[in-house]
């Protein structure tokens, strides 16, 4: 969705293209609240994790680089466009399609598995195995 606003922005419609931008955020916050609704945290669902601390600063490792390519680009983005004299969402789209993909291509990846991984581990086993008598 991101892309189809870099798109409007490229044929100089910048109406639509920060409409887009705004759907698309409305869309990441909906979703998201749809995944927590659908995860059922009671604590007897919950497994027993006697490792739970070490996988949460494994998790923080591993997160931490991403955390940093989100701040380098914001922090780059902002110092690119404040040498321009005026900035046209031509530039602007120019600039999201070549420089910035790579951090809007992983932050979607990273909420898409986010998600599913949420909505598998909420699941409840619905199959029973029926027993012979």
Do not use: C, H
């Not at 870099?6 to 759907?23: N, S, Y």
């Amino acid at each position: 969705m991101i892309g189809l606003a870099g798109m409007f922005a490229l044929l100089d419609r910048r109406f639509l293209a920060v409409a887009q931008i705004m759907v698309s955020g409305g869309e990441v916050v909906v979703l998201s609240m749809l995944t927590i609704l659908t995860v059922n945290a009671k604590l007897e669902n919950l497994p027993f994790e006697p490792n739970k601390y070490k996988w949460i600063l494994f998790s923080t490792i591993l997160v931490l680089p991403i955390t940093l390519l989100i701040y380098r680009s914001t922090t780059a983005l902002y110092q690119s466009f404040s040498t321009m004299e005026t900035i046209s969402s031509k530039i602007v789209g120019k600039l999201l399609f070549s420089n910035w993909v790579l951090p809007f291509e992983i932050v979607s990846i990273l909420l898409l598995t986010a998600m599913v991984g949420a909505i598998v581990i909420a699941r409840k086993d619905t199959t029973k195995v029926e027993e012979n008598s």
